[in-house]
């Protein structure tokens, strides 16, 4: 792979298939780039659109924006981002989404 960056987030979102799998998720897999149509980086969650960040600088709004982005053209009704933690193993990793996806996750927990 000639792009470093493209190379280091592509090993991040394998890293995160790998762990999701390890933790119970047994479906999880990262999804090839689709362009246009991106549905997110990781596929086999219901329900869930995943984008994963391996980036030097985190962009909370950005990357949550991003997922929601990801989760509405997947028609699916919660977005994450998952953002690497410097220096850390992947289960460090930062898991983030707007306050109305979490409200909502709480209310389907409730249910």
Not at 10 to 20: I, N, P, Q
Not at 79 to 87: A, D, E, P, S, V
Request: aromatic content about 8%.
């Amino acid at each position: 792979m000639a792009n470093p960056s493209r190379a280091r987030g592509t090993r991040f979102e394998v890293a995160c298939a790998d762990y999701l799998r390890s933790a119970g998720f047994p479906e999880c897999f990262r999804m090839a780039t689709a362009g246009e149509h991106d549905c997110g980086d990781l596929g086999g969650l219901p329900q869930v659109a995943v984008e994963c960040r391996d980036r030097a600088r985190l962009d909370l709004a950005g990357n949550v924006a991003d997922a929601n982005r990801r989760a509405i053209e997947k028609e699916v009704p919660y977005g994450f981002t998952i953002m690497k933690k410097r220096g850390a193993p992947i289960a460090d990793s930062y898991v983030a989404c707007d306050l109305e996806t979490f409200a909502a996750i709480l209310a389907a927990l409730n249910a």
